[in-house]
């Protein structure tokens, strides 16, 4: 029995291919691309802004901003119709989504890393959330400071506002 694809409209192809994408951005290629992202998702790209005001280093919302252009042009790559913009009631129930499912994973215990594995496995979109958990932790931000937990917070909060918005795209409303 072969390894199953991951669930989710995202492909691992094309994860791959916008991450190389955005890695390949110059400063002024990337300041270009986060205009945009301002023309088209203010409030999600202000979510992301806001979090310099919560202690996050200018590195690190670096390294966010480009997780924010990769989940940001993947879900704009695989919906049919444009993405409607994220409005601050669509952050507001990500988060308060992101906020239940954090409460289940609070401690070390066995049953915590159970709920977790099952968040991946469950996750709509796998390939675009494995690579955006593996690139967080790659680059140092997912440690228990708080900084680090504001920022992990943010980057799954805006990865389901965007995962909402694509559903709003293709009629599937929630």
């Known amino acids: 029995m072969g390894e199953m694809e991951p669930k989710g409209r995202i492909t691992l192809a094309t994860v791959a291919a916008v991450a190389a994408w955005v890695d390949s951005l110059d400063l002024d290629?990337?300041?270009?691309?986060?205009?945009?992202?301002?023309?088209?998702q203010p409030v999600a790209l202000?979510?992301?802004?806001?979090?310099?005001?919560?202690?996050?280093?200018?590195?690190?919302?670096?390294h966010i901003l480009?997780?924010?252009?990769?989940?940001?042009?993947?879900?704009?790559?695989?919906?049919?119709?444009?993405?409607?913009q994220i409005t601050k009631e669509m952050l507001?129930?990500?988060?308060?989504?992101?906020?239940?499912?954090?409460?289940?994973?609070?401690?070390?215990?066995?049953?915590?890393?159970?709920v977790g594995l099952?968040?991946?496995?469950?996750?709509?979109?796998?390939?675009?959330?494995?690579?955006?958990?593996?690139?967080?932790?790659?680059?140092?931000?997912?440690?228990?400071?708080p900084e680090d937990v504001h920022a992990v917070f943010a980057v799954v909060v805006f990865m389901e506002a965007f995962r909402q918005a694509a559903s709003l795209a293709q009629g599937l409303a929630e």
Request: net charge negative; charged share 25%.
């Open 118 to 145: 099952m968040m991946v496995d469950e996750y709509p979109e796998q390939s675009l959330f494995a690579y955006v958990m593996g690139y967080m932790d790659e680059k140092g931000l997912t440690r228990p400071s």
């Open 29 to 40: 290629a990337k300041e270009h691309a986060c205009d945009e992202l301002a023309d088209t």
């Open 66 to 84: 480009n997780v924010l252009l990769v989940v940001a042009e993947c879900f704009r790559r695989t919906a049919a119709k444009p993405l409607p």
């Open 92 to 114: 507001e129930a990500a988060a308060k989504k992101t906020n239940a499912m954090s409460r289940l994973l609070e401690g070390e215990s066995t049953e915590a890393e159970r």
């Open 46 to 62: 202000g979510f992301v802004v806001h979090l310099s005001h919560l202690g996050v280093s200018i590195p690190d919302m670096n």
